[in-house]
């Protein structure tokens, strides 16, 4: 099994919901990465978890909010969104932060926020 | 910060060669990364280099000098279905932080 799985694949929200998006991956990596991608642009690093702690926070607004429950999950809580946060989220895992090895993603969560 | 050059867009002739530079910092360096992204897509994996040489896989082959900061990727026998954005991206050790260049935009034309 070499799949991230995102929940859900397109997402619509009003700038005064809480709403979270979902990451799985059963590959037993233990780094797992949030990116944000516009409309032509490359991916944009968010967070990295590493064993399950935040390692790495790019400056991002507080209201994106990652939680890693376990070895194999990622969240991204979402509240109080701006329609310019309106992106491709992509999750991705790879067997460690900083180890040589390929980073798988997700498919992604489509997000509007209207 | 770990500035990625990569051109923004090429076209290339259906079965022809195209190959697509990528320059990076050095400082932290622990591999590179590339990938294809379709429009609308997640990136898929398409080769990895952390040591200096070429690295083959079929039609696509990808090459890096770590002491020039540089890597290509060369696409052999183009297809329509090459067409898409490459993105170069590159590990550096401070974390694990996988970070992407701008993406080139391949226009493969009949």
């Known amino acids: 099994d070499t799949e991230v799985t995102q929940t859900p694949k397109h997402l619509v929200m009003g700038m005064t919901n809480k709403k979270s998006l979902k990451c799985e991956q059963h590959m037993g990596h233990r780094a797992m990465y949030w990116y944000k991608q516009k409309a032509k642009k490359p991916p944009e690093l968010m967070f990295v978890?590493?064993?399950?702690?935040?390692?790495i926070n790019e400056s991002v607004p507080s209201r994106f909010s990652p939680e890693c429950p376990n070895s194999s999950l990622l969240n991204l809580h979402l509240h109080a969104l701006q329609p310019e946060d309106s992106a491709l989220y992509l999750c991705?895992?790879?067997?460690?932060?900083?180890?040589?090895?390929?980073?798988?993603f997700g498919q992604g969560t489509r997000l509007t926020v209207v | 910060g770990q500035n990625i050059d990569q051109p923004t867009e090429m076209t290339a002739t259906e079965g022809a060669i195209v190959q697509i530079n990528c320059t990076y910092q050095t400082s932290g360096f622990n591999g590179l990364f590339w990938y294809q992204q379709h429009a609308g897509e997640a990136p898929t994996f398409l080769s990895y280099n952390v040591l200096d040489g070429l690295e083959e896989k079929g039609r696509f082959s990808s090459f890096l000098s770590r002491s020039k900061g540089y890597s290509y990727l060369l696409l052999k026998e183009l297809q329509m279905k090459d067409s898409a954005s490459y993105l170069c991206a590159a590990f550096y050790n401070q974390g694990g932080k996988l970070i992407f260049g701008q993406g080139t935009e391949l226009s493969v034309k009949p």
């Open positions: 978890y590493s064993y399950e702690k935040l390692s």
């Open positions: 991705a895992s790879s067997q460690g932060a900083g180890v040589n090895t390929e980073a798988f």
